[in-house]
């Protein structure tokens, strides 16, 4: 999708989220922790 800048914690408000697709966008930074928050969370690429 082309996105930019950092992955925001608040991804972690998102706990019915089951995929999360980063590939090809211009992200930098390191995951946030709240990605730990994502109890659906079965793909993560």
């Not at 089951?18 to 659906?40: A, Q």
Request: hydrophobic content about 40%; proline content about 4%.
């Amino acid at each position: 999708m082309g996105l930019t800048g950092t992955l925001s914690g608040d991804i972690g408000q998102l706990t019915e989220l089951e995929i999360l697709d980063l590939s090809y966008n211009g992200l930098t930074g390191p995951l946030t922790p709240r990605i730990g928050d994502l109890r659906n969370l079965v793909n993560l690429w």
